[in-house]
């Protein structure tokens, strides 16, 4: 009766525009949703194994150079930008001097890094939607990791609108202009996702 009442709440709220954080944190449904522009958005089903596999090497690199720096938070996260724009990127980074922006049900405001694995379902949020948003909420740095071609997409928020400044595959490394530790190679990513079945 309950997991009822919960389905219809929000399939109302799925209809709703105007929803704000307070909304948005109060559905209990068993899935996952995005806060955008105030309209709920529902997350597509668990992502591919590969899309997880990239993430968790992404994130051991990222930990490895810079844990000592910031603060890397990976999936599900909330990142509340406003009280109708609240995301979950695939991984955050925050600067430990900004650590009062994480708060227990999320972190309020811009982190100094998000990257996205693009997955079919999300190509267009990612490549679109989100990087109007993340440059709106004034995020210095935006990653797109492709996992198919293995590559990755920089963009840095540069007058209010993200630039792609480089794109990066194979043996080339990986470096930010603003996250300094920043030290890996898209190929010591891909080497550790298999090439898996369907």
């Known amino acids: ?18 929803l704000t954080y ?20 529902l997350m597509s089903p668990a992502p591919l194994v590969n899309h ?9 690199r990222l930990s490895r150079n810079c844990e000592e720096v910031y603060i890397i938070l990976y999936a599900p996260v909330d990142v509340i930008l406003s009280t109708n724009e609240v995301r979950q990127p695939d991984i955050v ?27 079919p379902p999300t190509l267009k949020r990612d490549k ?3 990087l109007d948003v993340y440059a709106r909420y004034n995020i210095p740095e935006y990653w797109i990791v ?14 209010n609108q993200y630039e792609i400044i480089n794109v990066f595959h ?17 190929k010591e990513i891909m080497d550790n996702v298999p090439d898996l079945k369907d």
């Open 128 to 130: 679109i939607d989100k």
């Open 93 to 119: 980074l925050v600067h430990r001097e900004r650590k009062d922006i994480i708060r227990k049900r999320g972190i309020h405001g811009a982190p100094e890094m998000v990257v996205e694995i693009l997955s």
């Open 1 to 18: 009766m309950q997991c009822d009442q919960n389905r219809k709440k929000t399939n109302d709220l799925l209809k709703e525009t105007g």
């Open 170 to 186: 194979d043996n080339e490394p990986v470096t930010s202009p603003n996250i300094a530790c920043v030290s890996f190679t898209m």
């Open 52 to 60: 997880q596999i990239t993430s968790f090497e992404l994130q051991k």
């Open 22 to 41: 307070e909304d948005y944190a109060s559905i209990d449904d068993g899935n996952r949703y995005e806060l955008a522009g105030g309209r709920l958005e």
């Open 146 to 159: 492709e996992t198919n071609a293995g590559m990755l997409e920089q963009y840095i928020l540069r007058d």
